[in-house]
């Protein structure tokens, strides 16, 4: 008695400095001023809270939102109009901080004040294409119907976003695509589109000499930026809380528009930047390309070991129950078939409410992809063993679970590699998308370069997983030699 008293004691003691211990995680979307305010956060606190973490480029705004409101995450840069029109239902469309306030607190979550700009949305072309039409106004586009959008994937699906704006407006347009906010300026700088939507701070606009339409109707409201956080913050990190609302009012439009140029146009690091508009000293990963390469290297096989062990596991003797049992074996077939058919990017953020964010939601999506192809190999391996052998075992009277291990497996061996092998190069390929929730890999490097508009970095992380691909498939290769009986090469080579 006396032992599990002095055991819970020491839990009782040592749990709140554990919980007191913890670092502050700062996520940011995958846009260029979202990862400068991050960093913002991070270096303007760490006076005040040394143990301050920035996640990087987790997505878009549904999955920040989720990991903020289930703590793994604890403070992310947002916008008053994505809160108003997108996040909080009900809330009027020009309710104001305070308001927005108590309307968070029930949650869990606090607002800063406005860190001092508006980032609206809005509508742009390029300047020649609007003179020539003679578009000034975000309502004249309606008198041009064979125009081309060009709009952010988000944005395609926003209340605030394009639905909204073509009801309010009455735009004719059928030719609207959702394209990469980085990539829609090479759009319509190319003309492949005529017309995207913009953040008025994007240092974008000026460089390639875009229009920005004036919003006549009054359609988008005040964007505001501010910092989200966990309530919980303010008793466990006080002090951090207070160095993030000192943060306040000190970041103005052209100020913002400035940082984004530096790290859009001048290719300059987000750490870098932010603290030269702190006036503090930068701690950057001053990493080398090699150190960088091994870092993503490990983060991306170990996503791919973990999910292709797991589901080598689960998938082996499922395809044994699938050539056992016919009926069930089309079950099976049938649901590994539409785990497959889910879009990648979506069976990711599908797992981000049971695993958060991170490896894990990572490796529980490639699990579910991987088990398509080692089932259904399995299943065709087995089943399509030569009648009169499998009669011939049985004749010798070895027991199902002997004949399935000295005769059939073996003899099905090539197909379950085979299956086991297209997995693997799967989750290689697949795996890269997991940067979008926090789980590095060669897809971090990747994402980067695209926000950044940046060839080199995108290559970075592009041809180190072509070349994982190919040492995947050649280890199996090589792996599928040695398992397979003498025979049954002899008998593949004739």
């Known amino acids: 008695m006396k032992h599990r008293l002095r055991l819970a004691m020491t839990l009782f003691v040592l749990l709140p400095m554990y919980v007191w211990a913890a670092p502050v995680r700062i996520g940011s979307k995958q846009f260029t001023e979202s990862v400068i305010l991050g960093e913002l956060a991070r270096l303007g606190t760490q006076e005040a809270d040394s143990q301050v973490r920035h996640q990087r480029e987790l997505g878009g705004t549904s999955i920040l939102w989720s990991a903020l409101r289930h703590g793994d995450i604890d403070v992310y840069p947002e916008y008053t109009g994505t809160l108003t029109q997108e996040l909080l239902k009900g809330v009027a469309p020009d309710a104001d901080i305070p308001a927005l306030r108590a309307t968070l607190k029930p949650l869990g979550l606090g607002i800063t004040d406005s860190l001092g700009f508006n980032n609206t949305y809005a509508i742009g072309m390029r300047e020649d294409r609007a003179a020539q039409l003679g578009i000034t106004r975000m309502s004249e586009l309606a008198m041009h119907p064979e125009l081309r959008f060009g709009f952010s994937n988000e944005f395609m699906d926003r209340a605030d976003g394009w639905p909204g704006i073509r009801q309010r407006y009455g735009l004719p347009q059928t030719q609207v695509r959702g394209l990469d906010h980085s990539l829609s300026y090479r759009a319509v700088a190319s003309r492949a589109v005529d017309a995207i939507d913009l953040y008025s701070t994007d240092a974008e606009i000026p460089y390639y000499r875009l229009r920005t339409l004036a919003d006549d109707k009054h359609y988008f409201p005040r964007y505001d ?181 000295r005769v059939e497996l073996p003899m099905a061996t090539r197909s379950i590699l085979a299956g086991i092998k297209t997995a693997a190069v799967i989750n290689v390929g697949t795996a890269t998308l997991a940067a979008l929730i926090g789980a590095g890999g060669y897809g971090q490097p990747i994402l980067t370069g695209i926000r950044l508009d940046n060839i080199g970095l995108i290559l970075e992380g592009a041809i180190p997983a072509a070349l994982l691909a190919l040492i995947v498939q050649g280890m199996f290769e090589g792996i599928e030699r040695w398992l397979t009986p003498y025979g049954l090469r002899i008998e593949a080579r004739q």
């Open 225 to 405: 930026a501010v910092f989200l956080y966990r309530l919980e913050l303010e008793q466990s990190h006080p002090a951090f809380v207070a160095a993030l609302r000192k943060l306040s009012g000190r970041i103005d439009e052209k100020s913002m528009q400035q940082m984004n140029a530096e790290a859009k146009l001048k290719g300059a690091k987000e750490t870098d930047i932010a603290a030269r508009f702190l006036g503090v000293q930068t701690d950057g990963d001053d990493a080398g390309l090699w150190q960088r390469l091994l870092r993503r290297t490990v983060e991306h096989v170990r996503l791919v070991i973990v999910s292709l062990g797991m589901a080598v596991l689960l998938a082996i003797p499922l395809g044994i129950l699938a050539a056992r049992r016919k009926r069930l074996g089309q079950i099976v077939i049938g649901l590994t078939g539409i785990l497959q058919t889910v879009p990648s990017l979506a069976m990711f953020v599908f797992m981000i409410p049971l695993f958060g964010i991170g490896a894990w939601p990572a490796v529980a999506a490639l699990f579910l992809y991987s088990l398509l192809p080692i089932v259904r190999n399995t299943h065709a391996g087995l089943v399509g063993i030569p009648l009169e052998l499998r009669e011939s075992a049985a004749a010798l009277g070895l027991p199902s679970g002997v004949r399935l291990r």
